[in-house]
Structure formats: structure tokens, C-alpha cells
């Protein structure tokens, strides 16, 4: 460590993890806003979809 700077706080470090992880959503948000999804969304709701009745009717069946 550099003897010129002085000791880092609990309270710093915590807000430096703070800081860190709202710039990860940031970027997080801006590349989902940007798109460029192989799979639109309506397709894997549609799939789900088909998975849960498939599963309720397996079930409703047995």
C-alpha cells in the first residue's frame, strides 16, 4: 500500500462494493435495452407455457 494514502474505512470499502454493483445493473440494463437476443422472448415464454401445461396435464392425467 502506498504510505501517502490513508487507510481505507469499513464504510469505504462497503460503498466501493456498492458503487461496483449498481455499475454492473447499468451495464446489465444497457445491453438488454440494446437487444440483440438470439430468441425472442414471446418464443421462450411460448415454450414455458407449453411445458407447464404439458406438465399440469401429465399430471391431471396420471
Not at 456498492?18 to 437476443?37: C, D, L, S
Request: aromatic fraction near 6%; hydrophobic fraction near 45%; proline fraction near 5%.
Amino acid at each position: 500500500m502506498n504510505p501517502d494514502q490513508p487507510e481505507r474505512s469499513a464504510e469505504d470499502v462497503a460503498w466501493g462494493r456498492v458503487q461496483r454493483k449498481r455499475e454492473r445493473i447499468r451495464a446489465e440494463i444497457a445491453r438488454n435495452r440494446r437487444g440483440g437476443h438470439k430468441v425472442p422472448t414471446w418464443v421462450l415464454a411460448s415454450i414455458l407455457g407449453l411445458f407447464v401445461i404439458g406438465w399440469a396435464v401429465l399430471l391431471l392425467t396420471s
